[in-house]
């Protein structure tokens, strides 16, 4: 309660006074990021089940990156996110490789998808396409069937006509920032990746095997310095997580091959309910 309490403080004027429920669904409905009281953004809940006050939109192009799948309207996040994605751009640039395409971020409050990934809900978490080099403003605009497959996914290995240098050194840059707590990545991407590193392997222990992920990775932030309302996830283990944990994704049952049903779906933190159910909704409502 203490918690609610003083975030009242920060967003009273956000806060309803009905206990009506807004549905998930709602979030896709949030056309506006919702306005932070005293400035500063707020991420909200975890990673998977959650909201951002004072989310800010990437810019569509900028130095080493282009926005994809514009009209999904996920380009949305987290300053820290925002600038992040900037600063790997830049550096995307500097080194010469071919542009970096940014896929979902988030909806402009966040909240769940009603398609496509559980996660992606605080604006901490950013796809990165493996398809490398600037599209034309129409295809950037709606990119489905557009992505660059790099797995060859009967034989559960990188694909080596496809994967080439650029991929390697991108998902390593990607890496190398200190914000970044997790990078998810499909398991044979991932074996790639621990076979081509050969003299700096700190930063192999970001890299999380995990389904799908064969034509994106997708980069995980840590929760922004003062984020009250934040939840980070554990650390991931110590190591590089080369060895048998990594081998483990690709034994015919353990883990399965598809992911188990979910459980029931917890509710949403109260302060993202409060906030789809604020009177002053109008504002980033569609
Ligand atoms: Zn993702």
Same mark, same amino acid.
């Given at each position: 309660?203490?918690?609610?309490?003083?975030? $009242?403080?920060?967003?009273?004027?956000?806060?309803?006074? $009905? $206990?009506?429920?807004?549905? /998930?669904?709602?979030?896709?409905?949030?056309?506006?990021?919702?306005?932070?009281? *005293?400035?500063?953004?707020?991420?909200?809940?975890?990673?998977?089940?959650?909201?951002?006050?004072?989310?800010?939109? @990437?810019?569509?192009?900028?130095?080493?990156?282009?926005?994809?799948?514009? *009209?999904?309207?996920?380009?949305?996040?987290?300053?820290? !996110?925002?600038?992040?994605?900037? =600063?790997?751009?830049?550096?995307? %640039?500097?080194?010469?490789?071919?542009? !970096?395409?940014? &896929?979902?971020?988030?909806?402009? #409050? #966040? #909240?769940?998808?009603?398609?496509?990934?559980? $996660?992606? %809900?605080?604006?901490?978490?950013?796809?990165?396409?493996?398809?490398?080099?600037?599209?034309?403003?129409?295809?950037?605009?709606?990119?489905? &069937?557009?992505?660059?497959?790099?797995?060859?996914?009967?034989?559960?290995?990188?694909?080596?006509?496809?994967?080439?240098?650029?991929?390697?050194?991108?998902?390593?840059?990607?890496?190398?920032? *200190?914000?970044?707590?997790?990078?998810?990545?499909?398991?044979?991407?991932?074996?790639?990746?621990?076979?081509?590193?050969?003299?700096?392997?700190?930063?192999?222990?970001?890299?999380?095997?995990?389904?799908?992920?064969?034509?994106?990775?997708?980069? =995980?932030?840590?929760?922004?310095?003062?984020?009250?309302?934040?939840?980070?996830?554990?650390?991931? /283990?110590?190591?590089? &997580?080369?060895?048998?944990?990594?081998?483990?994704?690709?034994?015919?049952?353990?883990?399965?091959?598809?992911?188990?049903?979910?459980?029931?779906?917890?509710?949403? /933190?109260?302060?993202?309910?409060?906030? @789809?159910?604020?009177?002053?909704?109008?504002?980033?409502?569609?």
């Amino acid at each position: 309660m203490n918690k609610f309490k003083k975030t $009242s403080l920060i967003l009273t004027a956000l806060l309803a006074s $009905s $206990s009506a429920l807004a549905s /998930p669904a709602d979030w896709q409905k949030v056309k506006r990021p919702i306005p932070s009281e *005293n400035g500063v953004s707020q991420p909200i809940g975890s990673y998977s089940n959650g909201c951002i006050i004072g989310a800010k939109p @990437l810019p569509a192009k900028g130095a080493g990156y282009q926005v994809i799948r514009m *009209n999904k309207n996920r380009y949305y996040g987290h300053p820290d !996110m925002i600038s992040y994605l900037q =600063r790997l751009g830049q550096k995307v %640039q500097n080194s010469g490789m071919p542009t !970096m395409l940014v &896929g979902d971020i988030a909806m402009p #409050g #966040g #909240g769940r998808f009603l398609t496509g990934h559980a $996660s992606h %809900q605080m604006g901490l978490d950013a796809d990165i396409w493996l398809r490398m080099g600037a599209m034309s403003d129409q295809d950037a605009l709606n990119s489905d &069937g557009k992505g660059l497959l790099v797995v060859n996914r009967a034989a559960q290995r990188v694909d080596d006509n496809i994967w080439n240098q650029n991929h390697f050194n991108l998902i390593k840059l990607a890496a190398q920032d *200190n914000q970044v707590a997790r990078i998810f990545v499909n398991p044979a991407i991932k074996v790639k990746l621990c076979q081509s590193e050969r003299a700096d392997r700190s930063w192999l222990h970001k890299i999380r095997p995990w389904y799908g992920h064969d034509s994106h990775f997708h980069v =995980r932030l840590t929760c922004p310095h003062g984020a009250q309302y934040c939840e980070d996830q554990a650390p991931v /283990p110590a190591g590089d &997580g080369c060895g048998a944990e990594l081998y483990s994704w690709f034994e015919p049952k353990k883990p399965s091959a598809t992911p188990t049903q979910p459980a029931a779906r917890p509710p949403e /933190p109260f302060l993202c309910q409060q906030v @789809l159910n604020s009177p002053k909704r109008s504002e980033w409502l569609e």
